[in-house]
């Protein structure tokens, strides 16, 4: 997914009725041992990443390249900068907006 698919799917969530309030959450480091984490950061990395190399193919593939990474509040960005170069986006990415309160804060 592209950040032009990605603006597009997250407006049309929205236009369906989703809550744009509501906290996105990435997954944690392990299924085992970690909760999802809410996304926090996003940064410029120019270095190899994993790629769907098709929407119905199994497993994955190595491009190499510029991307945008969301990372989440337990990611520490700072192991990337030994095989990845790094660079802060032109905006910063905005602070959670706790007006939507989770089940555990009612």
């Not at 940064?43 to 991307?67: C, H, N, S």
């Amino acid at each position: 997914m592209n950040i032009g698919q990605l603006h597009q799917y997250l407006g049309e969530l929205i236009k369906a009725g989703i809550d744009p309030r509501l906290p996105a959450v990435l997954p944690g480091k392990s299924p085992d041992d970690d909760l999802p984490q809410e996304l926090c950061m996003a940064m410029i990395i120019e270095g190899r990443f994993q790629v769907d190399p098709a929407p119905l193919a199994k497993g994955y593939t190595e491009d190499e390249g510029r991307a945008l990474m969301l990372s989440g509040v337990g990611y520490d960005t700072g192991v990337l900068e030994e095989t990845h170069r790094t660079e802060w986006p032109p905006v910063d990415a905005p602070q959670p907006d706790r007006l939507v309160r989770t089940r555990h804060e009612l």
